[in-house]
Nanobody, 127 residues
Framework: QVQLVESGGGLAQAGGSLRLSCAASGRTASTYLMGWFRQAPGKEREFVAAISWSGTNTYYADSLKGRFTISRDNAKNAVYLQMNSLTPEDTAVYYC????????????????????WGQGTQVTVSS
């Protein structure tokens, strides 16, 4: 069992930056693939980024490459999402997700493949 708690959301101006954090609890949390998803009002949840549990592989939604960076610190059981050059279109609730039972370099991008989810953190970008 893994519990996920996101933090770092809030209000930012267009062009600004935010750094989201996700704290994972559980004895084997460091061996979980971690992902970030987001859901804007009236829209479906969409994939943002993922990082393998070894940290060697990362994957991003095409539209976010170059602006968002995912990283993890297994010693702290934490994963981060650095978001730069924010636009109002980035406004959404951001969710951290975890998937266990995968190899050290595995990446999954579909929400249905993830086993555990955080409660989400709101990111609002003003123009």
């Amino acid at each position: 069992q893994v519990q996920l708690v996101e933090s770092g959301g809030g209000l930012a101006q267009a062009g600004g930056s935010l750094r989201l954090s996700c704290a994972a609890s559980g004895r084997t949390a460091s061996t979980y693939l971690m992902g970030w998803f987001r859901q804007a009002p009236g829209k479906e949840r969409e994939f943002v980024a993922a990082i393998s549990w070894s940290g060697t592989n990362t994957y991003y939604a095409d539209s976010l490459k170059g602006r968002f960076t995912i990283s993890r610190d297994n010693a702290k059981n934490a994963v981060y999402l650095q978001m730069n050059s924010l636009t109002p279109e980035d406004t959404a609730v951001y969710y951290c997700a975890a998937k266990g039972g995968v190899g050290p370099a595995a990446i999954f991008v579909l929400a249905k493949h993830y086993d555990y989810w955080g409660q989400g953190t709101q990111v609002t970008v003003s123009s």
